[in-house]
C-alpha cells in the first residue's frame, strides 16, 4: 500500500496531467503561511525563545494562469477514503479564495463546489478549460472579451524588490480587480498594519495599468513619509510617477502622490486638486483612511466621482472611524492583526503590564499634602481632589512618576538588552522629552550621547533622527520617546520593545502604536516584540488582535443596569447638543451615544460596576469621570463641560513616592489573559492538578514517554512551559517532574544531578544485567539527561553525538542491544526506575 508522498508522486500527478494540468499550473506543497525571506509556520513563544509551528500547506494548487488559483487539491495515502481530505481541502479553498476544493486518494476524487455548495464523486479531475467555464460562469465578469486585468501577471519580482504577493495579498488584489470590474466604484480594505496593503495598491495599478483598465492612479495619503514609501513601492511604473507638492500642477503623467496638506492648499484661487479634472483620475487610493480627515477627502473624492475609489485601513469598523465604513461601504477583504499573527508573517508580541501606585490607588491630594508633597498650582488651573491616570501628564505632571516609570523600563531594557529598539509613546512632547532625559541618564555608562533621543514635531531634524533610529544597521539611537509623531507611518522592523507612557482611549490609534512593532527583521533576526504597558492600553487587544481559535474575552453576570445623564455648560448651565458620551463597560468594550436638544443621554444593559464615561463636544474641554452602576437601580449624572479657552498651564506635584504595585509579566495565550509570577504559579498548580489529581499520577505519566509528551504538550497549550518556570523560579538544574510536582503538591525540589547519583548508588544492578558496551550508552544516556533533561533519553537526533557518534551512531548503538527493540526496552525502563525514587 503506498504512503502519501508515493500516492501523490504515482498516483495523484497522473490524474492531474491526463485532465490536461501541465506543471506550469500547478504549485505542490503550496505555503499559506511563507515569506519568501524570512516567515514559515506562526512564530510563538516559550520564554522569550521565539519557535515556529509546522506552516499550512496544501497538497496541489491548481492555477488557471499564474496570477489566478482555481482549486486545491488534497491527497491521502491509498489507506483512507477519497473523501478523507475534504474537509481540509474545503478550509484552505475558502483561504485562497477559490470555489473548487477537491480530495484524493489516487483512485476516487472527491470535489466540493463552492458555487452550488454540493459534494460529489469524480471518475477524473475537470480540466483547467473545464473549471475556468464553471467559474466564469458564476463571476461573469471574468469572461468578459479584451484584456482581463485578474489574469494580467503581477509585476515580476525582478522589478518590484524581489516581491511576490502572499496568499492573502493576492486575494486582495483579485478581490479589488473584481469588484472594479463589476462597476463598483468605492472599495475598502481593511489589513492590519504590516500587511503590505501599499504594496496591494501597486499591484492592483499595475494589473489594471497593464491591462488597460485604467490610465491615471493618484496615491493620497496624509504624510509626507507615508507619501514617499509609496513613491517607492510604485517604482516599477518609472518615470510615469509625480508628486504632487503645493503650488505644483502637472497634468503630462499617470501616477501620482500627494498628501492632504498638498491637495488642499491654494493656487490661484482655488483647491490644488481643483486644477484637475474631474475625468482626470481612473483610481484613487486613499491610505490610512481610517485616520485621515473625513471631510477632506470626501470633498477630495467628489471632486473625481468617476474615479475608483479604494479606501485602505488598518483597523475594523469602530464608532471613531464609521465615517470612512459608511463611505466605501463593508471591506472586500479584511485581514486582521490576529490572522496575520497565525499565518507567520507578522511578530507575535508578548504583554509587560506594569502599574505604580498612584496609576492603582490614584492620585488623592490630601494624601499628597499629607506625605508633604509640593504642590503646584498655576493660574486658570482648577485643583482636584483626586487624579487618575488618564490626567497624568495632561492635566498634572508627576516628576515622579516620571522618573520611577523610567527607572523600571531601563532596569527591563537591562535584563531584555539594553540595545533592543525601543519606542516610548508619551502625552506631549514635554513628557517626551523628560523621559528620554531619564532614559539617557541610566544608560549614560554605554558611552553613546544619542543613547535615547525625543522624536517629536517641534525637533528641526526629527526627520533625520528617525532614520537614524529607523535603520537596523545603526546601533544608535536605540530608544526613541514620542508623542505622536511615530504613531503612524513609519516602518521600524527592528523595533522589539513598544511602550506606552500614556493613556489610550481610542481602538484604531492603539492598534496603530502596536504596528510599529508587528513586523519581523531578518536583519536584526526579530521574530516578536514586546508591549511594555504602564497606563493599562493593552485593555485595547481585541477580536481583531486574536489569532483564528482563540476565544474573546466573556464578559460574565448580568446586564440590566441603566445610566442617564445630562451634559451643561458649567458657566451658563444651558445644555449642550450632540455631545459625545462614551462609555467604557469593560476594557475592550465601548457604547456611545449623543445627547439630544436638552443636552440628555442614556445607557441601558450596563454591568453593575465602576464604568468609565468620556463626555466631549466641540469647543468644550474633554471630561472623564467613574461612575458606578447598580443593578435595578438607574444611575443619573449631571455633567458640566467647561468652554476651551487659553492653554492653562499643568499642575505640578512634587515629592510623592511613586512605587511598583503589580507587574503581570505571563500570558495564557489562548485566552490573552495576563498574570503575575505568583498568578502564573497558581494558573499551573491548577492545571496539573486538573490533569493528574495525585503525585502519584503525575509519576505514572512521567515515566511513560508518550503519555509525559501529550501530557507536556496540554500544559503548553496552557501557555505552561517547564522551562520557562525553571527559569523564573531560578531552578535551572532541575529536574521538569520535580518542578512540576513542588507547584503542585509541595514535593521537594531535586535536581538532575541528584537524580543521577541516586541512580547509580542504587540501580547497580539493573546497569550490571547490561554487557558493557551496552551499560556504556546507558551511562552516555543518563549523562545526557543529568545535561539537558528527560526529552534526551526519547529523542533520536542523540544519537548523532558525542559520545555515540564515535559508537557508529544509530546503528551502532542498536548492534550494542542485539535489536532495536531491546534498546527501546532498556531506555524505557530507565526512565522508569529514574523517577521510581
Known amino acids: 500500500m503506498l504512503n502519501e508522498a508515493d ?6 500527478d497522473p490524474l492531474l496531467h491526463a485532465a490536461g494540468w501541465s506543471e506550469d499550473r500547478i504549485r505542490r506543497e503550496h505555503y499559506l503561511e511563507r515569506d519568501r525571506q524570512i516567515t514559515r509556520g506562526r512564530i510563538y513563544l516559550v520564554g522569550d525563545e521565539p519557535r515556529r509551528k509546522e506552516p499550512k500547506k496544501v497538497d496541489y494548487l491548481l492555477r488557471y494562469s499564474d496570477a489566478l488559483p482555481i482549486a486545491v487539491v488534497e491527497a491521502k495515502d491509498e489507506s483512507h477514503e477519497p473523501e478523507a481530505g475534504i474537509q481540509r481541502a474545503k478550509m484552505y479553498a475558502e483561504a485562497l479564495d477559490v470555489v473548487f476544493a477537491y480530495s484524493t486518494n489516487g483512485h476516487g476524487i472527491v470535489e466540493f463546489d463552492f458555487i452550488t455548495n454540493t459534494q460529489r464523486q469524480l471518475p477524473q479531475f475537470p480540466t483547467p478549460d473545464e473549471l475556468w467555464l464553471r467559474l466564469t460562469a458564476f463571476r461573469t465578469v471574468l469572461g468578459r472579451g479584451g484584456a482581463n486585468p485578474v489574469l494580467q501577471p503581477f509585476c515580476p519580482p525582478a522589478r518590484c524588490g524581489n516581491r511576490e504577493p502572499h496568499y492573502f495579498q493576492e486575494v486582495a488584489i483579485n478581490r479589488s480587480i473584481q469588484a472594479t470590474m463589476q462597476g463598483q466604484k468605492r472599495l475598502l480594505l481593511a489589513m492590519a498594519t504590516g500587511t503590505g496593503k501599499t504594496f496591494v495598491a501597486f499591484q492592483i495599478a499595475w494589473k489594471m495599468a497593464k491591462s488597460r483598465w485604467l490610465r491615471r492612479v493618484l496615491f493620497v495619503t496624509d504624510r509626507n513619509i507615508l507619501r514617499d514609501n509609496a513613491y517607492n513601492t510604485f517604482s516599477p511604473f518609472e518615470d510615469a510617477r509625480f ?30 486638486f481643483e486644477h484637475y479634472p474631474p475625468d482626470f483620475f481612473d483610481l484613487i487610493i486613499i491610505d490610512e483612511c481610517h485616520r ?10 467628489q471632486h473625481f466621482p468617476g474615479a475608483v475609489q479604494i479606501g485602505m485601513t488598518a483597523t475594523p469598523k469602530r464608532d471613531d472611524n464609521i465615517d470612512t465604513y459608511d463611505y466605501f461601504g463593508d471591506p472586500v477583504y479584511e485581514y486582521s492583526l490576529g490572522q496575520g499573527i497565525e499565518d507567520g508573517f507578522l511578530a507575535t508580541y508578548k504583554v509587560h503590564k506594569v502599574r505604580t501606585n498612584v496609576d492603582k490607588d490614584g492620585l488623592h491630594i490630601e494624601d499628597a499634602q499629607s506625605q508633604g508633597a509640593e ?15 488618564p490626567q497624568f ?26 540595545m533592543q529598539k525601543t519606542m516610548i509613546f508619551c502625552v506631549d512632547m514635554d513628557h517626551a522629552a523628560k523621559v528620554a532625559e531619564h532614559v539617557q541618564n541610566h544608560f549614560s555608562h554605554l558611552g553613546y550621547p544619542d543613547y535615547a533621543i525625543r522624536i517629536v514635531s517641534e525637533e528641526p531634524d526629527a526627520r533625520e533622527l528617525f532614520e537614524q533610529f529607523q535603520d537596523s544597521d545603526r546601533q544608535t539611537p536605540v530608544v526613541a520617546s514620542t508623542a505622536d509623531l511615530l504613531t503612524t507611518g513609519v516602518d521600524v522592523p527592528s523595533a522589539r520593545n513598544i511602550v506606552f507612557m500614556k493613556t489610550v482611549a481610542s481602538p484604531v490609534v492603539f492598534k496603530q502604536i502596536v504596528g510599529r512593532g508587528t513586523r519581523t527583521d531578518s536583519a536584526t533576526g526579530k521574530l516578536w516584540f514586546r508591549v511594555i504597558d504602564y497606563t493599562n492600553a493593552t ?16 464578559c460574565t453576570g448580568p446586564r440590566n443596569c441603566r445610566l ?12 449642550v447638543e450632540n455631545a459625545l458620551v462614551t462609555v467604557l463597560p469593560r476594557p475592550n468594550e465601548q457604547l456611545q451615544d449623543r445627547t439630544d436638544a436638552s443636552g440628555a443621554f442614556a445607557f441601558s444593559g450596563l454591568p453593575g460596576a465602576a464604568v468609565t464615561l468620556i463626555v466631549t463636544a466641540s469647543g468644550y474641554r474633554r471630561r472623564q469621570l467613574t461612575v458606578t452602576t447598580v443593578e435595578a437601580e438607574p444611575q443619573t449624572v449631571w455633567i458640566e463641560l467647561r468652554p476651551e479657552g487659553p492653554p492653562v498651564g499643568k499642575i505640578r506635584v512634587r515629592g510623592l513616592e511613586v512605587t511598583i504595585a503589580d507587574e503581570a509579566v505571563f500570558v495564557v495565550e489562548r485566552t490573552g489573559q495576563q498574570l503575575t509570577l505568583r498568578e502564573y504559579m497558581d494558573h499551573t498548580r491548577r492545571e496539573v492538578e486538573r490533569q493528574t489529581p495525585t503525585l502519584q499520577t503525575l509519576r505514572e505519566i512521567w515515566m511513560d514517554a508518550a503519555k509525559r509528551s501529550a501530557f507536556l504538550e496540554a500544559l503548553e497549550r496552557e501557555s505552561i512551559f517547564v522551562d520557562v518556570l525553571a527559569e523564573v523560579l531560578n531552578q535551572p538544574r ?27 548508588n542504587f540501580e547497580q544492578a539493573f546497569l550490571e544485567g547490561y554487557e558493557a558496551h551496552a551499560r556504556e550508552v546507558l551511562l552516555a544516556l543518563l549523562d545526557k539527561y543529568r545535561l539537558a533533561g528527560v526529552n534526551e533519553l526519547v529523542q533520536p537526533e542523540v544519537f548523532r553525538v558525542s559520545p555515540f557518534d564515535r559508537m557508529g551512531q544509530a546503528p551502532g548503538v542498536i548492534e550494542r542491544f542485539g535489536t532495536a527493540e531491546r534498546l527501546r526496552a532498556a531506555v524505557a525502563e530507565m526512565q522508569r526506575r529514574l523517577y521510581s525514587m
Do not use: C
Not at 292 to 301: A, D, M
Not at 539 to 554: A, I, K, S, T
Open 539 to 554: 485593555r485595547l487587544f481585541d477580536d481583531w488582535d486574536r489569532p483564528p481559535g482563540e476565544p474573546p474575552e466573556v
Open 375 to 389: 504642590i503646584y498650582v498655576p493660574d486658570g488651573a482648577e485643583l482636584r481632589d483626586v487624579y487618575h491616570t
Open 393 to 418: 501628564e495632561r492635566e498634572i505632571t508627576l516628576p515622579d512618576r516620571i522618573a520611577r516609570m523610567s527607572e523600571h523600563l531601563a532596569g527591563l531594557l537591562r535584563k531584555f538588552g539594553p
Open 243 to 272: 508628486v504632487i507638492t503645493e503650488g505644483h500642477v502637472n497634468l503630462n503623467r499617470d501616477v501620482y502622490f500627494g498628501i492632504y496638506q498638498a491637495l488642499w492648499s491654494e493656487k490661484e484661487g482655488r483647491r490644488l
Open 7 to 12: 500516492t501523490r508522486a504515482k498516483l495523484v
Open 292 to 301: 485621515s480627515g473625513f471631510g477632506t477627502w470626501n470633498e477630495i473624492l
Open 734 to 760: 532541575a529536574d521538569q517532574f520535580d518542578l512540576l510536582a513542588s507547584i503542585a503538591f509541595g514535593a521537594p525540589v531535586r535536581t538532575r544531578d541528584e537524580r543521577v547519583t541516586a541512580f547509580r
Open 564 to 575: 442617564d445623564g445630562v451634559v451643561t455648560d458649567i458657566d451658563t448651565g444651558e445644555p
